[in-house]
């Protein structure tokens, strides 16, 4: 199982990025994604899950409404989509895989088997 999360940048407040999660080595349609945060000294956050069963989906209340996290299994890939940055948006963010995961409220990282390299999101005028 790999991931390999991109996308990251810089943008202005009020900006938008897309970051992709792309799978290999699984059949990333049967797995739910998790989309995790860690700004410099904070702990992991949770952003954004997406089942693979019946895609039901989480948001964190931080990014409720601004965030749509997406999946296109045949390109075995999940998408982020980030709209109305912040500058608290700023951070590394990583996405993570694991089979038989529910996404329909929080699930932690410890929940998540395999994850990717993070990518720099870095909202700053």
């Known amino acids: 199982v790999q991931l390999q999360a991109s996308g990251g940048g810089l943008v202005q407040p009020g900006g938008y990025l897309r970051l992709s999660c792309a799978g290999s080595?699984?059949?990333?349609?049967?797995?739910?994604i998790g989309w995790f945060r860690q700004a410099p000294g904070k702990e992991r956050e949770g952003v954004s899950c997406i089942s693979s069963s019946d895609g039901s989906t989480y948001y964190a209340d931080s990014v409720k409404g601004r965030f749509t996290i997406s999946r296109d299994n045949a390109k075995t890939t999940v998408y982020l989509q980030m709209n109305s940055l912040k500058p608290e948006d700023t951070a590394v963010y990583y996405c993570?895989?694991?089979?038989?995961?529910?996404?329909?409220?929080?699930?932690?990282?410890?929940?998540?088997?395999?994850w990717g390299q993070g990518t720099l999101v870095t909202v700053s005028s």
């Open positions: 993570a895989t694991d089979w038989g995961v529910l996404c329909g409220d929080y699930v932690p990282a410890s929940r998540f088997a395999s």
């Open positions: 080595g699984f059949a990333l349609a049967y797995y739910a």
